[in-house]
T-cell receptor, first 111, second 116 residues
């Protein structure tokens, strides 16, 4: 799986958009970009994933650059409950393949 | 989305005892499940891959005789920490992939093990 690079920590004001970047310059053509988050003492929670098109769901938006070497997760209106560690993972779409977690970005949403 | 449960959610045991942790896929079948371990302020590290009907595959450095894995059915995998010691204290998380168009993977809520 391709390696990802994320900033170790970020702050965001409550109600503002949180933009979390991820670099994955060695991503392969068959690898998807996944985002998970982990709230303290809980299991990781799926947020969104995409291949090359931008994606949006009820939780977030995922913007992938045209060359696919980087992406941004956008939480449009961050709340205090969005405080968590956010993991960007690139992975081929293979059943039976695990996820490789990096250190992620610790997002702190401030009141 | 699909649900993966773990039991117990936390356990405290004495050094030298064995502890069993269950991972269940509640509304889907999983021929493969993954076991991760997470120490404080660190990321998740894969310990082993549990395969229904065959032996588990362990990551380098993980003792298979200490961390026994049994994938008893298509919805249940168990991790037994044998002769637990304080250094085994950690947060254990399982996950299971849902065979679908995107092979999404769902994680359990985790089990916190504290060995005294």
């Amino acid at each position: 799986d391709a390696k990802t690079t994320q900033p170790p920590s970020m702050d965001c004001a409550e109600g503002r958009a949180a933009n979390l970047p991820c670099n994955h310059s060695t991503i392969s053509g068959n690898e998807y970009v996944y985002w998970y988050r982990q709230i303290h003492s809980q299991g990781p929670q799926y947020i969104i994933h995409g291949l090359k098109n931008n994606e949006t769901n009820e939780m977030a938006s995922l913007i992938i650059t045209e060359d696919r070497k980087s992406s941004t997760l956008i939480l449009p209106h961050a709340t205090l409950r969005d405080t968590a560690v956010y993991y960007c993972i690139v992975r081929a779409d293979n059943y039976g393949q695990n996820f490789v977690f990096g250190p992620g970005t610790r997002l702190s949403v401030l009141p | 989305g699909a649900v993966v449960s773990q039991h117990p959610s936390w356990v405290i045991c004495k050094s030298g005892t064995s502890v069993k942790i269950e991972c269940r896929s509640l509304d889907f079948q999983a021929t493969t499940m993954f076991w991760y371990r997470q120490f404080p302020k660190q990321s998740l590290m894969l310990m082993a891959t549990s395969n229904e009907g065959s032996k588990a595959t362990y990551e380098q450095g993980v003792e298979k005789d200490k961390f026994l894995i049994n994938h008893a059915s298509l919805t249940l995998s168990t991790l037994t920490v044998t002769s637990a010691h304080p250094e085994d204290s950690s947060f254990y998380i399982c996950s299971a992939p849902l065979r679908s168009g995107y092979n999404e993977q769902f994680f359990g809520p985790g089990t916190r093990l504290t060995v005294l």
